[in-house]
């Protein structure tokens, strides 16, 4: 089973940046893209940011123009840098690798707090 794992999680002060990783551990059969999600605590989980196997990308509202989701098909990871942080982008951030007919992967989260 491919597994996604995340990285560049941490704590940053508001109006900085951070850029989180997530690599799979192998090749995904199936996929149609892959997303970024957040929940922070006592909230929903919602969805970031998305990016296709054609490239085209979606943003939530709260995050377009400060949010930048990519990927390396090389290295089988996609990236989310993250700028001009706010207090409200406190939460656990987790990668999705998008298969519609074998059910979604998902990582096991990387914390992002940002202090006001």
């Known amino acids: 089973q491919v597994q996604l794992v995340e990285s560049g999680g941490g704590l940053v002060q508001a109006g900085g940046s951070l850029r989180l990783s997530c690599a799979a551990s192998?090749?995904?059969?199936?996929?149609?893209?892959m997303g970024w999600y957040r929940q922070a605590p006592g909230k929903q989980r919602e969805l970031v940011a998305t990016?296709?196997?054609?490239?085209?990308?979606k943003y939530a509202d709260s995050v377009k123009g400060r949010f930048t989701i990519s990927r390396d098909n090389a290295k089988n990871t996609v990236y989310l840098q993250m700028n001009s942080l706010k207090p409200e982008d406190t939460a656990v951030y987790y990668c999705?690798?998008?298969?519609?007919?074998?059910?979604?992967?998902w990582g096991q989260g990387t914390q992002v707090t940002v202090s006001s």
């Open positions: 999705t690798a998008h298969r519609p007919a074998l059910g979604d992967l």
């Open positions: 192998g090749r995904i059969f199936g996929i149609n893209g």
């Open positions: 990016i296709t196997t054609g490239d085209s990308t």
